[in-house]
Each structure stands twice: as structure tokens, then as C-alpha cells.
């Protein structure tokens, strides 16, 4: 096991939040900083999602959730999106591969303008991890939070036109339930790389009471030690104050 994971979780003090989620920026300008086109840096990024996946496992982080694509995303060009969309296909495909690791994972977001070929991908690996019993993967793909919301109200208002709940009855944790979130632990820390300090439409609701943490570096540079520095952020570790 890599050192730093191994010396996070031998730290007695060191408290593992429960859900983490990342918002995984940067890959366009890591990209063009060397001379390559932007998709190279999406592919670049997938490293870091597959070892902060494995890291976060070992430390028993309950839920992992990553951004890689918001609903506002759809604005970049033909080119970059429709590479993005086969890259999320393949990536889905891996996930199903690697499931010995006991890792359950989970969509969020909507299925609009997604490809019938990567809906079936997402399908499948959501069918054949379900069992699993250990750290949940959540890919945040075409999600967007007001999305997310608006879905919500319209199921609320759906089921007490049904008779299934009673408006009296609602309160955070019926609203919770209707999130794609729901029977999630909220959020409790939010890592966002490449120095843009915003949220971006992201887990509004659930990352209410979130300590956030930001780094200047671009996501395809994201090592162990961001990982580490967010956790002892979160923990109030001297030291690690924000940057
Ligand atoms: C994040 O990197 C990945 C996606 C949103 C798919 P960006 O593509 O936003 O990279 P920058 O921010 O333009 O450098
Ligand atoms: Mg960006």
C-alpha cells in the first residue's frame, strides 16, 4: 500500500469523512499547457479517478463521488464532447472490470442526450457491482444540481398526487430522499482542483454543511499527497490551511 494512505489511516487522530466529492477540473488547460489538444488531458484524467478510486477505498471513505461532466458541459464543441461521451463508454466498461476490488458504482445525473451505447454501459456496471459491499462510486455524468432539484419537486408533487406521502409529511430527510443521493450520507468534504474556487451547480443540497478544499493544480496532476492534504484540511491539521 502506498505510504501515504498507509500513514492516514495509522494516524488515530486522523477522522476519514465519510463522502467525498471531487470536481475534477482542469484537464483542458493541463492539456494545452503542453501543447496537446484538450482531449488529451481527459484522458490523462482518468489516472487520477482510478487511483483516488483505490485510495479511498483503503481508507473506507463510505461514498466517493466524482464531476466529469455537468449538464452545462453540452456547450463545448461536437468534437471534445463526443469524445468525452466514448471515453465515459470505455471508462464504464473498465469499472465493470475491476469490480473484484468490491466497489459498487453508481450514475448520477440524467440519462437526456446520453448515447443508447453508454446508457447500456452505465447499466450494466450499475447491475453487476450492485452487490457489492464495499466503497460507492458515484460518477456525477450530465448532473447538474438545480436539475437534480427540479426532478425532485416534480416526484414530490407526482407522489401527494398519488396519495403515496402527504404534504404535511415533507421535511429535509423526505427531500433528501428524492435526490439521486438518496440513503447517502451528505457530503463532507469537497476537493476542487486548477484554482477555480466555485461549485458549479454540484451536490447543492447535500454539501450544505461540506468543508471545501482547492488546489492550483490541474486534475491529471492530482496525486496522494492533494488526497491527504484535503483530509488533514478536514480535519484541522495545523498546516494544511487552505491555500
Ligand atoms: C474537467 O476539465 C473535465 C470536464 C469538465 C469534462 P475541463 O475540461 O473543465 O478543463 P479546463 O477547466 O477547461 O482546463
Ligand atoms: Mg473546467
Redesign the pocket.
Known sequence: MNSIIKNLLADKKIKIPKHIAIV???????A?MKGFP?TF??KA?TKPIENITRACSKLGVEVLTF????TE?WN?SDQ?VNF?MKLFTEFFIKLRNEARRNIRVKHIGITDNLSSELINEIKKTETSTENNSGMLLNIALNYGSRCEIVNATKNIVHDIDMENINADKINEDLVSSYMFTSGLPDVDLIIRT?G?MRISNFLLWQSAKAKLWFTKD??PDFKYDHLEEAIKYYNKVKGCEII
Open positions: 475534477c477540473d482542469g484537464n483542458g488547460r493541463w494545452e484538450r488531458g481527459h484524467g464531476y466529469v461532466f455537468s458541459n463545448r471534445e468525452l486548477s477555480e490541474f486534475w
